[in-house]
């Protein structure tokens, strides 16, 4: 009866605990919000933000400056250029019936020379002419001396040969219409044409 009794306890105390459920767990309790850290990511990702747009800001401004320093040379280097120009295509005067250079002319033919040597592929094209005096023959003769004593001065001075044509046209293009001094003055001339080709004389 004894050993019954037991038996039953044991078997009731298998069946109790069979049903008895395990407690669910909790749930883990919120963490506290750290305002400040929220606060300072929040800053950094505005600083971040801001960074970004100056540097934004920054190479768009360096582009512009960027363009208008090639802008700028650029120009100054078509105003040297048409300057330069000028210089080689200024024209020189002579005497009557004379080749000889003038002090004016040998000015202007000095300053040609750093320009040549500053532009060492320009080649340049000397035309001699006359006034309207003397014969066709005669005043072809003198226009070619006088392109010769031009492109001797600039030889003379460090230009290569090679780089100096010289022609005549007497007196077939006068640049002053005038049987006077002042017309004939003006015809008895050099004329300097800056050329990128053709066979030197």
Same mark, same amino acid.
């Given at each position: ?7 039953? =306890? %044991? ?10 459920? /395990?407690?669910?767990? #909790?749930?883990? +309790?919120?963490? @506290? ?57 200024? =024209? %020189? ?10 002090? /004016?002319?040998?000015? #202007?033919?000095? +300053?040609?020379? @750093? ?87």
């Amino acid at each position: 009866m004894h050993s019954r009794k037991s038996l039953l =306890t %044991i078997v009731a105390l298998a069946v109790a605990a069979g049903c008895h459920k /395990a407690p669910a767990p #909790l749930a883990p +309790a919120p963490l @506290p919000v750290n305002r400040d850290s929220l606060d300072r990511a929040h800053a950094d990702s505005i600083a971040r933000a801001n960074a970004a747009r100056q540097a934004e800001i920054a190479r768009a401004q360096a582009e512009q400056d960027s363009l208008r320093l090639v802008r700028e040379r650029e120009q100054r280097e078509s105003a040297q250029n048409a300057d330069a120009m000028k210089v080689l295509s200024a =024209t %020189i005067f002579y005497d009557f019936d004379q080749s000889d250079l003038t002090e /004016a002319a040998r000015s #202007l033919l000095l +300053a040609k020379v @750093p320009v040549l040597q500053a532009q060492p592929t320009i080649r340049i094209r000397i035309t001699g002419h006359t006034d309207d005096r003397g014969s066709s023959e005669y005043n072809l003769a003198l226009g070619l001396r006088r392109a010769a004593e031009a492109k001797a001065f600039l030889v003379n001075n460090g230009i290569d040969a090679g780089r100096l044509a010289i022609t005549s046209m007497g007196a077939e293009q006068p640049a002053v219409q005038g049987d006077n001094e002042e017309a004939w003055s003006r015809n008895r001339r050099s004329e300097f044409t800056p050329i990128s080709g053709g066979a030197n004389q």
